[in-house]
């Protein structure tokens, strides 16, 4: 192979462009693709140091049933014949697929097809729902669809930029480095940060809002009662495109009258709040990002809906350097959405609760009707299984006893299902100690296909190595799944053929006047596929160049093409601290690793900024509890318990604490951090609260 293979990164949703050059012997020389307009060129340090991990050691190599080697034919034997016995007994609810943000659109359009078109149930849900159901939610209340309006220029386009529950210089340093650098060329341009930490992203903030865990809603309801009295609220806006403002601000009104009210359910200086205020109220070109701090909470679609408020009501939406905009997690947890691969969504963003779409669905499909219940939820499925109801379930690209809220009792759950089937590409992890059958997937730099970043651009991830050992891609080991449980329309001949396929169906979405279309791309063939530059989605026979923005013409996508303004009321979390659990648990990533280690933990340099998990706490809750920076500590919940490093850290809010999530049974004594969390779910969303788990902390 000669020369730079042009690919995406494999960690979050900045979705950067990588150039790849294979040295021969496994490896590769790693570069930013300056031609990718996620990144320019740029990357960090994940990114950089992807060349560093890309050996073979800990690789699933071969299909293993029951800890043995077999052919790929008796494998999937094994899980058809599995999932086929299950269904005649049971029913198709009674089998389940928990997919991942890592998978690629074509193993996710793959997977969602088997199990809504043919299978006949909607259990498909995906880790995704860890980090941006609430995300999803919002956009759907607010503008009928899963519409993402903005774009990444106009982070550096806008005037006055929030960042309200993100630790972007970590979570999504490309982007944190695009924003320095646009405030470095225009010192105007404004950033407020709104977190109760104070993280590194605060570095260039002229506003840190330091509220209060789970207080964003009135925050923002503060702010939308501000712009009323203030006279900048767009009436001929509202009068033509969005309907809901008069209930939205009474409820606003009732939550959040004045800034000293919001002041004091927000625990922040008046001043700071007053500042806020005025600057959004003075700056058209104002974005507001969010992210986990805001999705993962209980109240996480009123908290996303809230925000949304504040744009429709200024009409500051879709136009450039103004918008909403969700930074989410994974790479592909966009992609994912589009596909259709959450529990309550139909493919490319038609509505599961339509009877018409989704009888274009199963007709397009050829297949049996799609069901209309939403499927269980990522908790509610590991909950289903746990009752017995899913009895046969196949995880893909993801490690849920890491990563789920009380992992430690999912884990009894999964113990005793009756059939496990896993789909990795790393042989020993907390979840495929519990599979009956392994299935070894291709890793990044293996497989081929394309993700969706946060600004809805498509980019092709390619393979610049060769498929080690037995390593198969998850959409053809789910088609020979589907083949072998009798169904047609699963005889792709490749990844090409998988995606023309989608692009075809998103031409019926367009058709249904939803915003999810990709039909220009149909038709593209192999050569065409494979040449394919990063695009952002409307693309279709009137932008066939791709659409940086949406909404701005005032259409929406709900059935009268208005957009909705949703009152909603500062709620309190389900789970709050007492006298036995007095301070609050934090989770989240740390700058240099990612989800469960599996592949930022094989490189030295990046392990090194942070080589173990360590609990962040603020120097007077240290003093107070005799704890030193260096020494150890018990941290317990009402759901578990784990022994881990202290690190005095003054930018913790007095009486917060954080722990990083991404150290398991595998790789640390202590066990997954999100053990301790509760299973609490945002009702709408289904996301569950990480942000907010009462805790103790003793020394040892
Ligand atoms: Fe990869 Fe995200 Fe870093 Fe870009 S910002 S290089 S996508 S981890």
Not at 85 to 102: D, L, R
Not at 137 to 148: Q, Y
Request: glycine letters at 10%.
């Amino acid at each position: 192979m000669n020369g730079p293979v042009r690919t995406t990164c494999p960690y979050c949703g900045v979705g950067c462009g990588v150039l790849a050059t294979p040295d021969g012997a496994g490896g590769a020389a790693i570069a930013g693709d300056p031609q990718h307009p996620a990144n320019l060129g740029r990357l960090c340090s994940k990114g950089a140091a992807l060349g560093e991990t890309l050996d073979l050691d800990g690789r699933l190599l071969e299909p293993l049933l029951h800890g043995q080697p077999v052919s790929w034919d008796r494998a999937l034997d094994a899980v058809a014949g599995g999932f086929a016995s299950v269904i005649a007994e049971h029913g198709p609810q009674a089998v389940a697929f928990y997919v991942s943000g890592q998978l690629l659109n074509e193993d996710y359009y793959v997977a969602n097809k088997l199990m809504k078109g043919f299978i006949g149930s909607n259990n498909i849900d995906t880790n995704s729902r860890l980090c941006m159901a609430s995300s999803v939610a919002g956009h759907v209340r607010a503008f009928g669809a899963d519409t993402v309006p903005g774009c990444y220029e106009d982070l550096e386009q806008c005037e006055l930029l929030l960042l309200v529950g993100s630790n972007a210089a970590w979570c999504h340093p490309v982007l944190y480095q695009r924003i320095r650098a646009a405030r470095a060329a225009r010192p105007g341009l404004r950033v407020v940060v709104i977190d109760p930490r104070r993280t590194p992203t605060c570095d260039i903030a002229d506003l840190h809002l330091p509220l209060a865990p789970g207080s964003d809603v009135a925050l923002f309801n503060g702010l939308l009662v501000a712009l009323a009295e203030a006279g900048a609220v767009d009436r001929d806006y509202l009068a033509a495109h969005v309907d809901g403002f008069d209930a939205a601000l009474a409820a606003a009104r009732a939550d959040a009258p004045d800034v000293a009210a919001v002041a004091a359910a927000c625990g922040l200086d008046p001043a700071d709040v007053q500042t806020l205020f005025d600057w959004f109220t003075a700056t058209d070109k104002t974005v507001t990002v969010y992210s986990q701090g805001v999705n993962q909470s209980t109240a996480g679609t009123d908290k996303v809906n809230a925000i949304i408020n504040c744009h429709l009501a200024t009409g500051r939406i879709g136009r450039p350097g103004m918008g909403p905009l969700s930074f989410t997690g994974q790479p592909n947890a966009m992609g994912g959405r589009e596909v259709g691969g959450l529990a309550n969504a139909l493919a490319c963003h038609l509505d599961l609760a339509n009877p018409e779409h989704r009888a274009q669905v199963a007709q397009f499909w050829g297949s049996g009707p799609v069901a209309h219940a939403p499927g269980h939820k990522a908790v509610d499925l590991f909950r289903a299984i746990k009752a017995g109801q899913v009895r046969a379930v196949w995880i893909m690209g993801t490690n849920p006893l890491v990563s789920l809220p009380e992992a430690d009792r999912f884990r009894a759950a999964l113990a005793g299902c009756e059939l496990v089937v896993v789909s990795d590409c790393v042989r020993h992890t907390d979840t495929t100690a519990l599979a009956h059958v392994l299935l070894p997937a291709l890793a990044w730099g293996e497989k081929s296909g394309t993700v969706t970043n946060s600004e809805r651009r498509l980019s092709r991830q390619r393979a610049f190595l060769p498929p080690p050992g037995l390593a198969r891609a998850d959409w053809w080991a789910l088609c020979e799944v589907g083949r072998r449980l009798g169904h047609a329309g699963f005889g792709f001949a490749d990844e090409a053929e998988v995606f023309d396929e989608y692009a075809r169906l998103s031409a019926v979405a367009g058709q249904a006047g939803r915003d999810f279309d990709i039909s220009a791309l149909a038709g593209l063939g192999r050569a065409g596929f494979d040449a394919l530059e990063p695009v952002q989605w409307p693309v279709n026979a009137t932008s066939r160049a791709g659409t940086p923005r949406l909404l701005g013409d005032g259409r929406f996508f709900t059935p009268d093409r208005r957009g909705r303004m949703v009152a909603v009321t500062q709620r309190a979390a389900v789970d709050q601290p007492d006298a036995d659990y007095p301070l609050l648990l934090n989770t989240g990533r740390v700058r240099d690793h990612w989800h469960t280690l599996t592949r930022t933990g094989k490189s030295a340099r990046l392990s090194a900024h942070s080589p173990e998990p360590r609990l962040d706490l603020h120097p007077e809750d240290a003093a107070r509890l005799g704890l030193e920076t260096g020494g150890f500590a018990r941290v317990t919940s009402r759901h578990g318990q784990c022994v881990v490093r202290v690190a005095i850290d003054p930018g913790q809010r007095q009486g917060s604490v954080f722990l990083p999530m991404h150290w398991s049974h595998a790789f640390a004594s202590t066990g997954p951090a999100d053990a301790l969390v509760g299973a609490h779910l945002d009702p709408i969303s289904g996301q569950p609260e990480f942000k907010h788990t009462p805790v103790r902390v003793q020394g040892v």
